[in-house]
Every structure is written in structure tokens, then in C-alpha cells.
């Protein structure tokens, strides 16, 4: 089993900035892109951000893309959602997702999931 391992949530006022990271195992990186789901109470999961390894083409969701922004670390097999300006609304747990392509993590066609990060903005 791939693992995807999320951290860096927790909880900040709203206007404040969160850094998550997801550091993927070896085998992840068959795929060529990641990214990030949220999904709050009683809502469906939503896209929030995505990026492909080998030409770092990054795609987000029009609720964050002036907020978020998302990075990768070939390195340490790593993929980073830097957080600014968090709104009450961003509240909700963030999971990391690794796929074959870009076009389908964001559509939710990932082969790998992580267990998720909670991420809580208050008001």
C-alpha cells in the first residue's frame, strides 16, 4: 500500500496562513501528479489545488487561487498547499492525492489517498 501522509493543519483565525505538506512513499511517484482535496461537514469533497511532477503545470480551484498556493519537492517526494488569507469557509478536512496525470487528480481520478488534515479557521 502507497502511503500519503498529511500534516500542517490545525486551527488559525480567519486571515491567517496555513502550510500543509504531504509526503508521498517511493511508490507514489509512478503517478505524474498531486494535489489537494477538502471536504467540510456535510458537504461533498471538493477540489482545491493540483500539480504535475514533471512540468510543475499547477491547477486551483476558483474559490482558492488567489489564496493558495501549491509547490512540489522532487527531493523529498513532497507536495506543499501554502494557505494565506484563510476564511472560515476553508474549514474542513484536507486530503492529499497522488494520480497519473493531472487532468485526472483534479477530477478526482487519483490512485492514492491520504487519511487527511484537519484544518480549522475560526470567525
Known amino acids: 500500500q502507497v502511503q500519503l501522509v498529511e500534516s500542517g493543519g490545525g486551527l488559525v483565525e480567519t486571515g491567517g496562513s496555513l502550510r500543509l505538506s504531504c509526503a508521498a512513499s517511493a511508490r507514489a511517484h509512478n503517478g505524474n501528479a498531486m494535489g489537494w482535496f477538502r471536504q467540510a461537514p456535510g458537504k461533498e469533497r471538493e477540489f482545491v489545488s493540483a500539480?504535475?511532477?514533471?512540468?510543475?503545470?499547477?491547477r486551483y480551484a476558483d474559490s482558492v487561487k488567489d489564496r493558495f498556493t501549491i509547490a512540489r519537492d522532487s527531493t523529498k517526494n513532497t507536495v506543499y498547499l501554502q494557505m494565506n488569507s484563510l476564511k472560515p469557509e476553508d474549514t474542513g478536512v484536507y486530503y492529499c492525492?497522488?494520480?497519473?496525470?493531472?487532468?485526472?487528480?483534479?477530477?478526482?481520478?487519483?490512485?492514492?489517498w491520504g487519511q487527511g488534515t484537519q484544518v480549522t479557521v475560526s470567525s
Open positions: 500539480i504535475s511532477w514533471g512540468g510543475g503545470r499547477v
Open positions: 492525492a497522488a494520480g497519473k496525470m493531472l487532468n485526472w487528480v483534479v477530477n478526482g481520478s487519483s490512485d492514492y
